[in-house]
Nanobody, 120 residues
Framework: QVQLVESGGGLVQAGGSLRLSCAAS????????MGWYRQAPGNQRELVAT???????NYADSVKGRFTISRDNPKNTVYLQVNNLKPEDPAVYYC??????????????WGQGTQVTVST
């Protein structure tokens, strides 16, 4: 019914940058907040950044000043610009969206995850 498709992950040099994308599709009426989470092996899944429908953002302290979340509402897409990649950043990054579908049902939807890996 609704789906989040993530892209942009991959192998990145330490100190490098990449941009993650997450496109929502399906029977969507409206998307409220969207966010990015990450989970490294042996760690719990943690919040990275969120953005409301109006553009208000919130970041984890560990990524402030390095990551930027944004969204393109007509495209139902959220982005995460990742700069100055650090050793603690490699993880599977998951997109999340608070969606209202065409039946006016609220859906807490997750993407499949995209891997971010660091190389030297």
């Amino acid at each position: 019914q609704v789906q989040l498709v993530e892209s942009g992950g991959g192998l990145v040099q330490a100190g490098g940058s990449l941009r993650l994308s997450c496109a929502a599709s399906g029977s969507i009426l409206r998307i409220n907040s969207m966010g990015w989470y990450r989970q490294a092996p042996g760690n719990q899944r943690e919040l990275v950044a969120t953005i409301t429908s109006g553009g208000s953002t919130n970041y984890a302290d560990s990524v402030k000043g390095r990551f930027t979340i944004s969204r393109d509402n007509p495209k139902n897409t959220v982005y995460l610009q990742v700069n100055n990649l650090k050793p603690e950043d490699p993880a599977v990054y998951y997109c999340n969206a608070d969606i209202i579908n065409v039946r006016l049902r609220q859906i807490d939807q997750w993407g499949q995850g995209t891997q971010v890996t660091v190389s030297t």
